[in-house]
């Protein structure tokens, strides 16, 4: 089992950026898949972006691409993922969450591991 800790949340005014951060350890050799997901209050579950890890392949949600980032640093077994140009419809829950069986298209089921989240709020 892998586990993943997010930090990095916060308030932010519309315009700006914010950075999150994902832990990740345990039993991590299997692992070829990590990404960072969204809940707003009332919708669904929302994939931001993911990274195979074997080759660096990245996806990003159609709402985010062109401004967020995800990022890796397999040394330090952390998951960055860099917002900018923050929006008040970015206000959500942002999970960290990885797999090691599925691929890496961005689908809830390609994950079977998830932290406990990490609250952004952007304000207009």
């Known amino acids: 089992q892998v586990q993943l800790v997010e930090s990095g949340g916060g308030s932010v005014q519309a315009g700006g950026s914010l950075r999150l951060s994902c832990t990740v350890s345990?039993?991590?050799?299997?692992?070829?898949?990590l990404g960072w997901f969204r809940q707003a209050p009332g919708k669904e579950r929302e994939g931001v972006a993911d990274?195979?890890?074997?080759?660096?392949?990245?996806l990003y949600g159609t709402s985010v691409r062109g401004r967020f980032t995800i990022s890796q640093d397999k040394d330090k077994n952390m998951l960055y993922l860099q917002m900018n140009s923050l929006k008040p419809e970015d206000t959500a829950m942002y999970y960290c969450?990885?797999?090691?069986?599925?691929?890496?298209?961005?689908?809830?089921?390609?994950?079977?591991?998830w932290g406990q989240g990490t609250q952004v709020t952007v304000s207009s």
């Open positions: 345990g039993n991590t050799e299997g692992t070829r898949c």
């Open positions: 990274i195979y890890t074997p080759y660096g392949a990245i």
């Open positions: 969450a990885a797999g090691s069986v599925g691929g890496c298209y961005l689908d809830e089921s390609d994950f079977t591991d």
